[in-house]
């Protein structure tokens, strides 16, 4: 089963609005959250990282919120760029384990 | 350097064949991965190697077969395998394991085809 759902398979959002890219978890020991891009033909590349004790993390138009009574992560892209276009996996892990990743979601932002 | 590259990028291989997916690094990272991802579907761990030695193996078939050279390098051989093995084999590697708090760098993957 898994601990990792990402259940919107795609979204598109018109350049300069906002992206809200939602995650799911069912693990309550995940203390550990990352958000990877992936463009096509590419590996995916770590975007912004979140831990259990803050429920929020900023860096430049990347936010990420974590609601751990919820078991939800979302990642929020504001101002949206046609350059933001790519799949978004979020990842959770706890301590000494491995990360577990959802299915991601594939965000198109319209010029 | 902060890359890890795979290769090769795409590989068709026949059921009786063997052949080899390689994984390079140069970040000093202790820790790579190899994962396998199909259509739709999260990466999913395979294997794990920290500080050369194998410490995780999810039950993988033993057509797969992981080898740690030294510690840049990652290579999984491949021999006897089956159409449904065709998938997308991604390497990653990590400062450590299991902390990994920078998460993993992953290279762009091996897509694999086999007929």
């Known amino acids: 089963d898994q601990q990792v759902k990402q259940n919107s398979p795609s979204l598109s959002v018109q350049e300069g609005r906002i992206s809200i890219l939602n995650c799911d978890y069912t693990?309550?020991?995940?203390?550990?959250f990352l958000w990877y891009k992936k463009y096509p033909a590419e590996g995916p590349t770590f975007l912004i990282s979140i831990s259990s004790i803050k429920d929020k993390n900023e860096d430049g138009r990347f936010t990420v919120f974590l609601n751990k009574s919820a078991k939800h992560l979302s990642l929020h892209i504001v101002p949206s760029q046609p350059g933001d276009s790519a799949v978004y996996f979020c990842a959770a892990k706890e301590a000494g384990n491995q990360f577990y990743f959802g299915t991601g979601t594939s965000l198109t932002v319209i010029p | 350097d902060t890359e890890v590259t795979q290769t090769p990028k795409h590989l068709v291989m026949g059921m009786t064949n063997k052949k080899s997916l390689k994984c390079e690094q140069h970040?000093?990272?202790?820790?790579m991965y190899w994962y396998k991802q199909k259509a739709k579907k999260p990466p999913e761990l395979m294997f794990v190697y920290s500080y050369e030695k194998l410490s995780i193996n999810e039950s993988v078939p033993s057509r797969f077969s992981p080898e740690c050279p030294n510690s840049s390098l990652l290579n999984l051989h491949l021999h006897a395998l089956q159409p449904e093995d065709s998938a997308l084999y991604l390497c990653?590697?990590?400062?450590?394991?299991?902390?990994?708090?920078?998460?993993?760098?992953f290279g762009s993957g091996t897509r694999l085809t086999v007929v």
């Open positions: 990653a590697s990590s400062q450590d394991w299991p902390k990994a708090n920078y998460g993993y760098t």
């Open positions: 970040m000093g990272h202790r820790a």
């Open positions: 693990n309550s020991m995940f203390d550990y």
